[in-house]
């Protein structure tokens, strides 16, 4: 690992690894990217963030990281098993739309079948 390695999780590898720092300009991928690492969303002013590409020493990836409180970290986490809980909550809801559907289908055949002096 050289000195100014970090280990960090390499999204290509799956393991920590030691990653370096590339610059900008360098990085083909991220070359068009401005020269500042500052980020912030206009949207969303609180959001804001300090950027690197790095490159994995093993697999040679080169990917972004981004440096953000710790709190959005932990927002994000919980967002994402809301909207996990959301969707399994909307499979739910379709499969018991569903039998809800399938049941009026059945209940009209029948209501159809009647002789029209019953109704």
Not at 24 to 40: C, G, H, L, N, T
Not at 48 to 61: D, G, I, L, Y
Request: glycine fraction near 2%.
């Amino acid at each position: 690992m050289a000195r100014d390695d970090t280990n960090l999780y390499c999204p290509k590898c799956g393991k920590v690894r030691a990653c370096g720092v590339v610059k900008y300009q360098e990085a083909k991928d991220y070359a068009s990217q401005p020269p500042s690492a500052r980020f912030y969303r206009k949207d969303h002013p609180d959001l804001q963030w300090f950027s690197r590409v790095r490159k994995c020493r093993r697999c040679e990836e080169t990917f972004v990281t981004a440096e953000l409180e710790a709190s959005f970290v932990s927002e994000l986490a919980r967002l994402r098993d809301d909207v996990a809980r959301m969707k399994q909550e909307l499979e739910l809801y379709k499969a018991v739309a569903q039998a809800a559907t399938e049941s009026i289908g059945r209940l009209s055949a029948t209501v159809d079948m009647l002789p029209k002096q019953a109704l």
